[in-house]
T-cell receptor
Framework: DTAVSQTPKYLVTQMGNDKSIKCEQN?????MYWYKQDSKKFLKIMFS???????INETVPNRFSPKSPDKAHLNLHINSLELGDSAVYFC???????????????FGPGTRLTVL | GQNIDQPTEMTATEGAIVQINCTYQ??????LFWYQQHAGEAPTFLSY????GLEEKGRFSSFLSRSKGYSYLLLKELQMKDSASYLC????????????FGKGTMLLVSP
């Protein structure tokens, strides 16, 4: 059983296009995240949602628009793709948003986005 | 803000012990995590420290000193499958579970 799944696994597209990445978790968690991992393997938080509500937005360009139709899904839509958007995007989830206990994050397999 | 430093690469031999260090300077601290990431795969959780001291979990142990802003991950009886990137991540005290990751240490285990 897959805990956190993402589609697609690979995405190759032209500059200027609009694309979406989907994420689903079946762990019953309340909180979901999007991370970007660049070519130097630096993993950086982009967004965090708790129970469909945005709680963290780490100064990401507004070309990136997350959407959470329900607490098990967090999708990422990217408009007007740029070369610098090429990276691996990871979705993750945790039990809740509270930073007062263990609250391990579970990561999806990643989506490798290549912008040509 | 948060600044997290860890060595870029390390090499070790199968069966040996290796220690991966992580130092951090943060505006707040509410826990330190270690994740393992094999090439082309997702990060997976290894350990969590919020109080000073050593946490042991099988072949892996993690140590934390909050006063020194320092942690290490100790891997014993190294196996070839331990070749991976090891990510140190700090949780701030904003009340949220958001993690700030270091750039990772690539460990290569040779026969």
């Amino acid at each position: 059983d897959t805990a956190v799944s993402q589609t697609p696994k690979y995405l190759v597209t032209q500059m200027g296009n609009d694309k979406s990445i989907k994420c689903e978790q079946n762990l019953g968690h309340d909180t979901m995240y999007w991370y970007k991992q660049d070519s130097k393997k630096f993993l950086k938080i982009m967004f965090s949602y708790n129970n469909k509500e945005l709680i963290i937005n780490e100064t990401v360009p507004n070309r990136f628009s997350p959407k959470s139709p329900d607490k098990a899904h967090l999708n990422l839509h990217i408009n007007s793709l740029e070369l610098g958007d090429s990276a691996v995007y990871f979705c993750a989830s945790s039990q809740d948003w509270v930073g007062l206990h263990y609250n391990e994050q579970f990561f999806g397999p990643g989506t490798r986005l290549t912008v040509l | 803000g948060q600044n997290i430093d860890q060595p870029t690469e390390m090499t070790a031999t199968e069966g040996a012990i290796v220690q991966i260090n992580c130092t951090y300077q943060t505006s707040g601290f509410n826990g330190l995590f270690w994740y393992q990431q094999h090439a082309g795969e997702a990060p997976t959780f290894l350990s969590y420290n919020v109080l000073d001291g050593l946490e042991e979990k099988g072949r892996f142990s993690s140590f934390l000193s909050r006063s020194k802003g320092y942690s290490y991950l100790l891997l014993k009886e190294l196996q070839m499958k331990d070749s991976a990137s090891y990510l140190c991540a700090v949780r701030g005290n904003s009340g949220y579970s958001t993690l700030t990751f270091g750039k990772g240490t690539m460990l290569l285990v040779s026969p």
